[in-house]
């Protein structure tokens, strides 16, 4: 398996702009995760899915952020507007069942000018 | 979940034994001990886990107090690849929120060639 699939790797873009991040979990895992990670706040997980839907979504920042699970095999994590404070890296996570191994992508570096 | 404490940093020569240590003493009975490790520029992977017996796998050994109130991640020969954030992590795998990893600030290891 190619493991978590992220997409873009890297990501500039100027305040206001809307963002979009991709993942493709590994296939079979029912359970994809977004997390967030920064210099100040070190890896938070941001929401998260099972079987596509939703399950909790508590670290979610703010109303400019959304994510969706259309498919078993895709998820998009979406700001709009970004500020320069959402710059972090992003990201994505699967696993088989929540108390499994959780296995990450390489992540996608934000930089919101 | 219960917290856990590591240090900050710790040094490493190439080629010998690392032990990186975890103080837990918040741990209920039904937590696991967890340890992932981040690689610069790379999401956070998994390295091995136990509950209260001594755990040995191809990439570390883990060995847990009597007690459980501490453990010990031990790499028996440190490479520069080693070379990582070491993230010690409980997950009670029965509760709800199990698949919840909270990540703290791990221990940051620099291997000397």
């Known amino acids: 398996d190619a493991g978590v699939i992220q997409s873009p790797r890297h990501e500039v873009t100027e305040m206001g702009q809307e963002v979009t991040l991709r993942c493709k979990p590994i296939?079979?895992?029912?359970?994809l995760f977004w997390y967030r990670q920064t210099m100040m706040r070190g890896l938070e997980l941001l929401i998260y899915f099972n079987n596509n839907v939703p399950i909790d979504d508590s670290g979610m920042p703010e109303d400019r952020f959304s994510a969706k699970m259309p498919n078993a095999s895709f998820s998009t994590l979406k700001i709009q507007p970004s500020e320069p404070r959402d710059s972090a890296v992003y990201f994505c996570?699967?696993?088989?069942?929540?108390?499994?191994?959780?296995?990450f992508g390489p992540g996608t570096r934000l930089l919101v000018l | 979940d219960a917290k856990t404490t590591q240090p900050n940093s710790m040094e490493s020569n190439e080629e010998e034994p690392v032990h990186l240590p975890c103080n837990h003493s918040?741990?209920?009975?039904?937590?696991?001990i967890h340890w992932y490790r981040q690689l610069p520029s790379q999401g956070p992977e998994y390295v091995i886990h136990g509950l209260t017996s001594n755990v040995n796998n191809r990439m570390a050994s883990l060995a847990i107090a009597e007690d459980r109130k501490s453990s010990t991640l031990i790499l028996h020969r440190a490479t520069l690849r080693d070379a990582a954030v070491y993230y010690c992590i409980l997950r009670d795998e029965w509760a709800a929120g199990a698949n919840n990893l909270f990540f703290g600030t791990g221990t940051r290891l620099t291997v000397i060639p």
């Open positions: 296939s079979g895992h029912d359970y």
């Open positions: 996570a699967s696993s088989l069942a929540p108390e499994e191994t959780q296995y």
């Open positions: 918040t741990i209920s009975g039904t937590d696991y």
